[in-house]
């Protein structure tokens, strides 16, 4: 392979047909209450481990929706579990069971 | 896909084509790296439809690259094409064709930057007077050449000798149309058949014979944009963008791409090369590219000019396959003969783009 | 004669059991640390032993602890386990008497009234009584039986002796248990037919019984009494062989949990030889089943320790079942056995997450604290109740004390959600970072008002500061003096949040407390008993539905007496009743703060002020 | 004074109203341009929230029309004279009216969705609108929509021809929210087995019960919502559609195929209504919808007494509002009427 001095770009874009829906689909039969998030943010924005790094539970589960689960592990893993998240959550959603639920089902599909 | 849906946009977006007395200016890249085309071009209007074609060789850049490289400032580019209109003036002619796309695309923003912005032609006018001593008519028809030619494009296909069909099963050619983005993503109103679902070049294809085909990444830019490609930092951007179209069109299977760009036709023909050597990747039948042809070279293709004539040796994927399937007739001896017949040699081939493939 | 072929299943039966239990106890005490071992050593030659034999004989033989739960259910246990207890014991001393000889076949005095039947007069026979001890074994006989009646009552009538669930128990449970029905039947069927046929040799019970059967069924004769000889060492046999297998191993090994505890062993953060003796110490007798209130309110029922830890045995722990339960204490509160129930589950969800790797990286490292004496710590829920907070910094600033609050702004979590998930490994980083700021202030007392973080800093921290709840805290000062309190009369209700309550055992502080501010009602299920709010950080997977079920239900509990205020001591259970409570629901510290005179000009912020200028009074305050 | 009341419009505003006002004794003469009362009730299925079948509540706007109204069709209307308080209105067949006091309920048009030529509408085979999923609905057509479909992903896009620039329109169409959360439900009875996905730029549950139906077509049925509006669908080979789209809420364009895409076309004002109102000499906004007197006080009359308007002429509204703005309109018509009433009135008006 010859080297031209410059690479092709990888797209930003979500390609959510190739995406893994499986993470997804198995993270949703295991708490489903994540279905009815209205992605407010008051979970992020109340996080006691947001306040010192960039993690955004929000984000995670919106990631999660669309298949992007490349990353989410290394996201994942900067959760206290204090479950403040809950509490604020206006739709109750069992956030704590969003982060055990993640790390299991990306545990079986090794990502 | 309904045609008739689009019918029914392409009677919206019918654009005025003068059909004489052109002044016509130049691209400044076109004659590097598609040198037939423009030639081609004054071929068919002068001598195949007895046409009055004014050049002027004084005539400079638009300077768009610079311009949307963001190193010319506007003020200067306006009278730089105020200057074009003064020498089209001095000519006695009104109708403006462009060989550009993104000459077309300014020229059209310049005038509609006067029509809003008055004051700004007059400052212009000066700028032009106390510069160069010339003053202009704004042009009565602006219309590229790829316009032009759709405009006859039935008269060419009364002349020609050669349709887009496969000679030998008579199904027609599948062809891509890619419109070079400054042509009317701008201005759709300027473009044939609006921005959406340009009809220039699928008007061509239709009318020579082809089948045009329709892919999800049409509308997006072949990577060109000028500062993603001349900043070779920012070339994997480029490249990437024509994979993006060609990995979009391949389960189409198309014989050809056609193209009204100076840009277009270069990186979708020069990026196969790119992309085949970087990842071995090759997106016609058989290890074989899909040829990118200028509207002006499958012009000449269906008068039945020679394709060495035309320039198409100098394409990266080799023309003879899709040459084979049209049944036009060419010398594969000539193909690197100059024009008086001297040897130009060979070029080493590819790695793996099949660079010169079985010709019947 | 001293031997009989129908005497195998049962001599045979015996030596298995006999061998796997030493085999069990053996590997067991094995498996305990060497500082458990060296205690286990100690407790043997020390007075402990006879406090682990007194406990063995009130709670393994008489089930005192049953008794206190339902009499039905405790009697029937007791003449089960006392009454079998005695048969073999008397007849053990019967046989010897008899034979002269102080060792006999282990068989023998089972079936003694097979191998003698004569008119025999023992010598020596207590009061030299004619047949007293076949009157005595007899009584003994009907007194196990009589257990055996209300054991198949239970059956049907499991209300009457406090159940609502019952457990559903395996094959070989049932199987053990229908052996365990038989042998007592069997005994009297044989000996009375064996008294019938010979027309002696029986007690007062066996005698007649006998006698009326070969009056009814003059056929009946030896060979039918032999038949049940068979029968009675079958059903002893058996089960014998199926108890290793069964719950029945709770009778064997729960004598050696008692020893256990007497010894000082506690629980292990791992799964040890005392959490294997637990788990097969587990009687599976359900009580937990209607403690839990994931049963009575949440209606599942198959979650529950004694269906957890039957998994545990079987080594086939299903993370649904390990996940579902909010390590509220109660069962463990409730079980007759005394298993820790919660630290088995947490052991059990640690063997989930083990490759679960946390990363605080971004935690600031060094960080400055101020010094201090007095270290306060809201914890994450209190920054969500902001008035508890505010409330504390009224009464310490009264109180004219020099404190500095750690987690003004946000807290690091103390860890202990991530412990309760079984997630203590990843939860060290959070408290080693925790443990830096705290020692780096320098202070004496260390108080929270997240009753969660102060079981963690009391269990994991090891801080040698003193650690208190605030309520604790608060009582403090006001018995020195250091705040002015009032009371107005308003009758509250008091929630024991778990941690606090089963967690570190406060229960007294809060009320006493409480009863200076305002006039405490009773409420039904409180104390150790008291329900949890629902809120717990320790469950999982329960749906919203079933956690606010549980949540009213408790709401029921606490508001039966009509309280004007419902109060608690934790932010958490504060938030989780205030979703579902008409009543105001209040921390403790609030109410403190709102007894107190404004503090520059500010008067206090809600409700309870407004209402306290027209009722209030001071109280007398020992200092 | 004692002329009838002309009603211009047999929809569910101008029904309403006829039957309002006859029901007070007045003579009505009720104008319909096509050969059947109902408007736009003739081609919804089932309303949102309730469900209910549009047919049921037609049967009930059909009851009010007593003999007290005299209902003429297929009226094209050709000219309006006003003889200071008189009505004079001419239909295109030669017919003529006279009435003491006019009511348009002229209501609205759908948005023609072929204006989002990036769409695709009307040049992809599978890029239908809410409109024609209703008629589907109605017809119990949808077998016919849903045949052939593999993995039956649905994409349903809110805002088409609403808060819209490039086709001039920037008001909300209000019901199109709500409407798409009906038909994905409803789709989803239908084919449990499909995905869903509504692209939105708000969620717009204004009425009681809306956001009821949103939580329960995300709890209940599983329907997926991503925030962005989609820029551009495209076809591929298989007449699948491509969709574009900005996830907005991960800030990453995103790309997906979808069997069929619903568009949720909004409201326009019929050209009906802009002729008449061009005729009468209402002012209308810049939304091209009618502007009343006073939006608080005097929410159907117009600039020139005499002349009311009522329902979705004034704007984007929902069914149930549509009722209640016709017994208005009929309330302010009557009092009109009553001259004294009239004058009253028109002193109380705050403008």
């Not at chain 2, 193209?259 to 277009?264: Q, R, S, V």
Request: a neutral charge; glycine letters at 8%.
């Amino acid at each position: 392979m010859k080297d031209f001095g410059y690479s092709i770009n990888k797209d930003k874009q979500i390609d959510f047909d190739d995406n893994n829906k499986e993470v997804m689909n198995k993270v949703l039969r295991m708490e489903p209450s994540l279905q009815v998030c209205i992605a407010c943010g008051s979970c992020t924005a109340t996080c006691s481990a947001g306040q010192f790094t960039g993690f955004n539970i929000r984000r995670v589960h919106t990631f999660l929706r669309r298949g992007e689960v490349r990353f989410l592990k290394k996201e994942i893993m900067k959760c206290m579990f204090c479950g403040k998240c809950q509490l604020v959550c206006p739709r109750g959603v069992n956030l704590r069971n969003l982060i055990l639920a993640l790390h299991n089902s990306l545990e079986i599909n090794g990502l | 896909m309904k045609i008739e849906g689009k019918q029914m946009i392409w009677k919206e977006y019918q654009k005025e084509i003068a059909s004489d007395n052109f002044f016509y200016v130049r691209s400044c890249v076109r004659q590097n790296f598609f040198p037939g085309s423009e030639k081609t071009f004054l071929r068919i209007m002068r001598d195949e439809l007895q046409k009055d074609v004014f050049e002027n060789a004084s005539h400079t850049t638009c300077s768009g690259i610079g311009y949307h490289s963001d190193i010319v400032p506007i003020e200067t580019t306006m009278t730089m094409i105020a200057r074009q209109f003064a020498l089209m003036t001095e000519a006695g002619k009104e109708n403006f064709t462009t060989s550009c796309i993104t000459s077309f695309g300014l020229y059209n923003e310049v005038l509609e930057t006067w029509h809003h912005f008055p004051d700004v032609e007059e400052r212009v006018r000066q700028n032009l007077l106390k510069a160069t001593g010339r003053s202009f008519n704004k042009p009565k028809n602006i219309s590229h050449a790829s316009d032009v030619i759709f405009h006859f494009r039935k008269e060419i296909a009364d002349r020609g000798k050669f349709t887009l069909t496969d000679h030998r099963t008579g199904k027609p050619l599948r062809v891509v149309e890619h419109i070079g983005c400054h042509y009317s993503k701008m201005f759709p109103s300027k473009g044939v058949g609006g921005a959406e679902y340009p009809y220039v070049l699928a008007g061509m294809i239709e009318d020579w014979g082809g089948e045009v085909i329709d892919y999800p990444e049409r509308r997006h830019c072949c990577g060109f944009g000028f500062r993603q490609y001349l900043v070779k930092a920012n070339r994997g951007y480029s490249i990437a963008c024509s994979k993006k179209k060609f990995e979009s069109m391949e389960s189409y299977s198309p014989d050809m791409i056609l193209t009204n760009c100076p840009g277009c036709p270069m990186f979708l023909d020069r990026w196969q090369y790119a992309i085949s050597e970087m990842e071995g990747k090759t997106y016609g039948g058989n290890g074989q590219g899909i040829p990118v042809l200028t509207y002006e070279e499958l012009a000449g293709l269906v008068l039945g000019y020679n394709p060495w004539d035309l320039g198409l040796q100098v394409h990266q994927v080799p023309v003879e396959p899709l040459l084979d399937k049209m049944g036009v007739p060419y010398d594969p001896g000539m193909k690197f003969k100059g024009a008086n017949g001297e040897d130009l040699g060979m070029p080493e081939a590819p790695s793996y783009l099949n660079f010169y493939p079985e010709t019947a | 004669m001293t031997f009989n072929f129908f005497v195998l299943p049962f001599f045979l039966g015996l030596i298995f059991v006999v061998f796997y239990i030493i085999k069990s106890f053996a590997k067991w005490i094995g498996d305990l640390d060497d500082e458990d071992k060296t205690k286990f050593r100690n407790g043997l030659r020390s007075p402990k032993l006879f406090a682990a034999l007194s406990e063995i004989f009130f709670e393994c033989l008489l089930h005192r602890r049953m008794f206190r739960k339902n009499a039905l259910l405790g009697y029937m246990h007791m003449s089960f386990a006392f009454g079998w207890f005695m048969l073999i014991l008397v007849g053990n001393m019967e046989s010897r008497i008899y034979s002269g000889l102080w060792v006999n076949p282990p068989y023998y005095p089972i079936f003694l009234k097979f191998f003698i039947h004569d008119k025999h007069v023992l010598p020596f026979e207590i009061f030299s009584v004619p047949g007293f001890f076949r009157f005595f074994m007899d009584l003994l006989l009907l007194f196990t039986l009589s257990g055996l009646v209300l054991a198949i009552l239970k059956r049907s009538r499991s209300r009457w002796f406090g159940f609502r669930h019952t457990t559903k128990h395996q094959l070989t449970d049932r199987v053990a248990m229908f052996c365990l029905w038989m042998i007592f039947p069997m005994r009297l069927f044989a000996e009375s037919f064996t008294a019938g046929a010979y027309g002696y040799g029986g007690g007062f019970a066996t005698q007649h019984f006998g006698n009326l059967i070969a009056f009814l069924w003059p056929l009946s004769d030896k060979m039918i009494a032999y038949a049940f000889w068979w029968l009675y060492s079958l059903s002893l046999g058996i089960f014998f062989v199926t108890l290793p297998y069964s719950r029945y191993m709770h009778i064997p090994t729960e004598v050696l949990l008692v020893v256990f505890r007497n010894f000082g062993i506690t629980p292990k953060k791992e799964y040890s030889g005392y959490s294997e003796v637990e788990v097969f110490s587990c009687s599976r007798c359900g009580v937990c089943i209607d403690t839990c209130q994931i049963s009575s309110s949440a209606g599942i029922h198959t979650i529950q320790p004694v269906y957890f830890i039957q998994s545990i045995r079987d080594q086939q722990v299903k993370p649904d079942i390990a996940m579902q339960c909010m390590v509220c204490g109660r069962c463990l509160d409730a079980c007759p056995v005394g298993i820790n129930t919660d630290s088995l589950r947490i052991m059990q969800r640690k063997t989930f997450f083990r490759d679960h790797i946390s990363d605080y990286s971004y935690l600031p490292k060094a960080v400055q604290i101020p010094k201090t004496e007095v270290l306060y710590f809201g914890g994450c829920m209190s920054h969500l109740t902001p008035s508890i907070i505010v409330a504390m910094k009224k009464i310490l600033a009264t109180a004219g004390i020099d404190y500095r609050m750690l987690d003004e702004d946000g807290s690091i979590c103390c860890g202990r959600p991530l412990v309760l998930a079984g997630k203590e490994e990843q939860a060290k980083t959070l408290m080693k970072a925790n443990i830096e700021r705290i020692m780096a202030s320098g202070a004496t007392t260390l108080v929270t008002s997240c009753p969660i973080c102060l079981r963690v800093f009391k269990e994991d921290y090891q801080l040698d500061l003193k650690v208190m709840h605030h309520t604790q805290y608060i009582l403090e000062i006001v018995k020195k003096g250091m705040i002015p309190i009032q009371s107005y009369f308003k009758r509250v209700a008091y929630h024991d949040p778990c941690e606090l309550g089963r967690g570190c055992g406060i229960y007294q502080e809060p009320r006493e407390l409480l009863r200076k501010v305002a006039d405490l009602v009773n409420v039904e299920k409180e104390n150790n008993e008291a329900f949890c709010c629902g809120g717990s950080l320790g469950l999982l997977p329960l749906s919203g539905v079933q956690k606010d079920q549980i949540t009213k239900d408790n709401l029921k509990n606490l508001l039966a007496d009509q309280p004007e205020i419902l109060v608690t001591a934790c932010p958490l259970c504060k938030k989780t009743f205030a979703k579902h409570s008409e009543t105001e629901v209040r921390d403790i510290a609030e109410l403190v703060a709102n007894s107190l005179p404004a503090i520059n000009g500010k008067t206090g912020n809600n409700s309870l002020q407004r209402q306290k200028d027209s009722t209030f009074r001071m109280k007398a305050i020992s200092i | 004074m004692n002329k009838p009341v002309v009603i211009i419009g047999g929809g569910i505003a101008g029904m309403e109203a006829a039957a309002c006002i006859s029901a007070k004794g007045r003579e009505v003469i009720l104008l319909e341009k096509t050969g059947q009362l109902g408007g736009h009730l003739l081609q919804w299925d089932r309303l949102f929230p309730t469900r209910r079948k549009s047919s049921e509540v037609l049967r009930h706007l059909e009851k009010g029309m007593n003999d007290g109204i005299s209902v003429h069709l297929e009226a094209e209307i050709s000219g309006i004279e006003n003889n200071n308080g008189v009505f004079i209105v001419k239909l295109s067949d030669g017919r003529e009216f006279e009435g003491s006091a006019l009511l348009l309920s002229t209501g609205y048009s759908v948005f023609d969705a072929r204006k989002k030529e990036e769409y695709g509408y009307g040049i992809y085979d599978n890029v239908i609108t809410s409109a024609e999923l209703e008629e589907f609905f109605r017809n119990n057509r949808q077998e016919n929509l849903l045949k052939g479909i593999k993995s039956k992903r649905i994409g349903i896009v809110h805002c088409v021809g609403s808060r819209d620039e490039k086709v001039g329109n920037l008001y909300c169409s209000k019901v199109c929210c709500i409407t798409g959360v009906k038909q994905a439900i409803e789709i989803k009875e239908l084919l449990p087995e499909s995905e869903i996905y509504c692209f939105y730029m708000d969620l717009r549950m204004f009425d009681r019960h809306f956001e009821e139906m949103y939580y329960e077509a995300q709890q209940k049925w599983g329907i997926h919502f991503i925030r962005g509006r989609m820029s551009e669908a495209a076809e591929n080979a298989d007449h699948t559609l491509v969709v574009k789209v900005e996830d907005t809420l991960t800030g990453l364009p995103l790309k997906m195929t979808v069997d069929i895409l619903i568009l949720l076309v909004g409201f326009i004002p019929s050209p009906e209504t802009a002729r008449l109102a061009g005729m009468l000499g209402i002012d209308s906004g810049e939304d091209g919808f009618l502007i009343v007197e006073d939006e608080h006080f005097a929410s159907n009359s117009t600039s020139i007494p005499g002349v009311f308007i009522s329902g979705a002429v004034k704007g984007p509204v929902c069914i149930e509002h549509t009722i209640t703005d016709a017994r208005a309109a009929a309330l302010q018509v009557l009092s009109y009427l009553d001259s004294e009433i009239a004058k009253w009135r028109n002193s109380e008006t705050v403008k």
